[in-house]
């Protein structure tokens, strides 16, 4: 997966991706702070989170070091929350939400098929709540 990520990373997309977003993710802005929690919750379920904090931490470190040193423990702290609450979101979003899922329909005299949609009724709701929560928090 490393190897993986470096090849992305070669390719100048993720650079690309931030010089476009990273005016609108200012960390010292609630709504930069909004910015960034949704493209870190798209990129966790589009790539999963691992590649999502190798990809932007220190792209995100980097833009809150600018604001302020103060802000860059700001910033891992925030990728570090909605990464990992985003692997609620949907059942690809974490290896974990799969076995879960492949257990329960293999449980016996009690099986139950979780699909993606019923996965995403209750993940799209308790992710953008959590996160939120989280968000208040750290702020």
């Not at 993986?4 to 993720?14: R, S």
């Amino acid at each position: 997966m490393f190897m993986t990520i470096e090849g992305f990373n070669k390719t100048g997309f993720p650079s690309c991706l931030w010089e476009f977003v990273e005016p609108f993710a200012q960390i010292n802005h609630a709504s930069g702070i909004a910015v960034l929690a949704v493209l870190i919750v798209i990129l966790s379920n589009v790539v999963s989170n691992v590649p999502t904090v190798l990809l932007l931490g220190a792209r995100m470190a980097a833009s809150a070091a600018c604001i302020s040193p103060d802000y860059v423990r700001k910033s891992w702290l925030i990728l570090a929350w909605v990464s990992t609450v985003a692997g609620n979101l949907s059942l690809l979003g974490s290896a974990a939400n799969m076995i879960v899922c492949e257990q329960a329909s293999r449980a016996p005299n009690l099986g139950y098929n979780l699909s993606f949609w019923s996965h995403l009724k209750f993940g799209v709701p308790s992710t953008i709540i959590v996160t939120a929560i989280g968000l208040t928090i750290i702020r």
